[in-house]
């Protein structure tokens, strides 16, 4: 990190602070040197580290040579960490620390001020109270005192030890003996090849196909120079796969060697000079594994699906009472197998007539729940691995149905056309849709589709309903709905209704006369006065609230208006018949 630049004043302050911090570094960098020196002349003087043994004028220069790289070594290292600069905000920041009420001022002083001149004479204000600061306390500290007093004594003491080393080094009777002597090799004796006699283990071998074979000889009457494992694919040994040399254990009787993959059935034997032993067996094995798994799914009659065959999988989504049937492909004849559902019920698995590695097993799941593949084979082995099989199953959802528009309730006239759009959508498919309307005692259902409609995909249906066919007459109230039927489970008829809405029939039309208003009245009277009403009205309708429009007659004065009311308010609201003043705003029209 680059060193910013610092006034005169609080260089000075920190003059003290740079001279103990690279103290401590050059105490720090001689302690490692002398604890690596020491160490190095332990494991020597202990017999651990062995050395090649010196003659000659060799006996005086090596160590020599040694005491003078490590003599360099320290005054380079002591040079380079002299020259090595002090991060001095590293050192305002431990400052910062112990003096708090600096307020970040040192090191803010430390910052390089902008050109502009407020910017100066700020900076230089902060110098000044920084330099203030470090005359009137100590900023070197008692801990970081401590702490150059603790790395001095460190290095010292490592010196005296490396010192003492050297002593124990020169001094031929303190030394001890050494722990680690070097063993004499045993040279081995031949004998006559007919005293041999050897022992191979395992002998005959069974073993997994892909692992590895340990085989130990062991010899009496003598010890062989060296000996090999020969391995072939036949009993004479025509046929050589590879030759593995042993090598001799703990024992100097004993050989031993491993073969480190088996791939299939061959025979091995151990050679020993031009002598072998006899010929053994090795058997290879698999463990029962899942090859491929295909499913079959069948889904209920009721539903119009078609069977569906999975390919590679082990994972299943099916409709609810479905026949799901698995066709699972092993790597070897087993002799029982099943899936182990996490309700604790097994669905057996049984070998298919033509084939018997493929496994067949049916199964009807009410719900989705996993399974575990156990395999074992005549040998009573089984599956390492178990893989795990998952059925999701669905369950079958009633239509939705919506009426889209007219998507609330309104007011019709009696010779009104009321049009009806519905959307339908359902997972399997739509048998049916129509609509029903109610006025009155009267019911009329009007079939909106009578084919059957393609699942998961919405479909728009329409209608028009004339209320003149219906002889609606004004005041009364017609709802109506619309309906969807599929299939449900058991292959029963379900029918599911979208949300009801009404329409209230209404008067073709409303006249209104404006009647003369009362005379106006003074004083408190005029205050607890209520608005003007229409009083004097003739009235053709019985619909409470709606649009009002204005259109003046030939000849008459303004006064006499005739206004037509068309309605716009939800029947629902407007079923009781009430008296109302109609809207202040009106749009006048010839």
Same mark, same amino acid.
């Given at each position: ?52 043994? $010196?003659?000659?004028? +060799?006996?005086? #220069?090596?160590? /020599?040579? @040694?005491? &003078? *790289? ?78 150059? $007093?603790?790395?001095? +004594?460190?290095? #010292?003491?490592? /010196?005296? @030890?490396? &010192? *003492? ?92 060697? &491993? ?332």
């Amino acid at each position: 990190m680059k060193t910013p630049s610092v006034p005169h004043l609080l260089a000075r302050r920190f003059e003290p602070l740079i001279e103990a911090e690279r103290t401590v570094r050059g105490y720090k960098f001689l302690a490692a040197m002398c604890a690596v020196a020491v160490a190095a002349l332990a494991l020597f003087w202990l017999g651990l580290l062995p050395l090649p043994e $010196l003659r000659g004028s +060799s006996r005086v #220069m090596v160590p /020599l040579a @040694v005491y &003078v *790289g490590f003599v360099l070594c320290a005054a380079g290292g002591w040079w380079w960490i002299s020259r090595r600069p002090v991060d001095l905000l590293e050192l305002a920041r431990g400052i910062e620390e112990e003096h708090p009420e600096l307020q970040a001022a040192l090191l803010t002083a430390l910052e390089k001020p902008d050109d502009a001149a407020l910017s100066r004479y700020l900076h230089e204000k902060v110098v000044k109270d920084a330099v203030r600061h470090g005359i009137a306390h100590d900023w070197m500290g008692k801990r970081r005192r401590q702490q150059v $007093l603790w790395w001095k +004594s460190l290095g #010292m003491i490592s /010196l005296l @030890v490396l &010192v *003492g080393m050297q002593v124990l080094m020169v001094l031929p009777r303190l030394r001890p003996a050494p722990l680690v002597t070097k063993a004499t090799p045993e040279v081995p004796v031949e004998h006559p090849l007919a005293q041999f006699e050897v022992e191979v283990r395992p002998g005959d071998a069974e073993v997994e196909r892909g692992t590895r074979l340990v085989v130990e000889a062991r010899f009496k009457g003598g010890v062989p120079l060296n000996a090999a494992i020969v391995v072939s694919t036949d009993a004479t040994g025509e046929q050589e796969l590879q030759r593995v040399p042993m090598k001799a254990g703990v024992e100097a009787s004993a050989f031993g060697g &491993v073969i480190t993959k088996v791939e299939k059935d061959c025979f091995y034997r151990v050679a020993y000079g031009e002598q072998s032993s006899p010929t053994f067996r090795i058997t290879t094995y698999v463990h029962p594994e899942l090859v491929q798994s295909d499913a079959i799914i069948t889904p209920p009659a009721y539903s119009g699906q078609p069977v569906k065959e999975v390919k590679k999988t082990q994972n299943v989504t099916a409709l609810e009472g479905s026949l799901v049937k698995f066709r699972i492909k092993v790597n070897k004849p087993v002799a029982q197998a099943e899936l182990y559902g996490e309700d604790k019920k097994s669905v057996p698995l049984v070998p298919a007539k033509d084939d018997p590695l493929m496994l067949e097993g049916t199964m009807t799941p009410e719900a989705t729940q996993k399974y575990r593949l156990h395999l074992v084979d005549a040998q009573e082995r089984s599956n390492k691995q178990p893989p795990w099989f998952k059925v999701n199953i669905l369950a079958d959802q009633p239509p939705k149905v919506e009426i889209v528009f007219p998507k609330r309730d309104l007011a019709v006239s009696p010779i009104q056309e009321m049009p009806l759009e519905a959307k339908v959508w359902d997972d399997l498919g739509v048998r049916r849709a129509g609509a029903v309307f109610m006025l009155g005692d009267q019911e009329r259902e009007v079939l909106l589709s009578g084919d059957k409609l393609e699942g998961k995909k919405h479909h728009e249906l329409k209608t028009m309903m004339e209320m003149e066919s219906l002889k609606a007459e004004p005041r009364q109230l017609l709802s109506y709905y619309v309906w969807a039927e599929d299939a449900a489970p058991g292959g029963q008829v379900r029918r599911t209704q979208s949300d009801m809405f009404f329409a209230e029939v209404r008067h073709f039309e409303d006249i209104f006369r404006e009647g003369e208003a009362p005379p106006e009245e003074k004083g408190a009277k005029a205050a607890a006065r209520p608005p003007p009403s229409w009083a004097n009205c003739r009235r053709r309708c019985s619909m409470p609230r709606g649009r009002w429009f204005a259109q003046p007659v030939r000849g008459r004065s303004l006064t006499n208006w005739r206004r037509t009311w068309v309605c716009s308010m939800s029947p629902r609201r407007s079923l009781v018949n009430r008296r109302r003043k109609p809207s202040a705003r009106l749009r006048t029209r010839r």
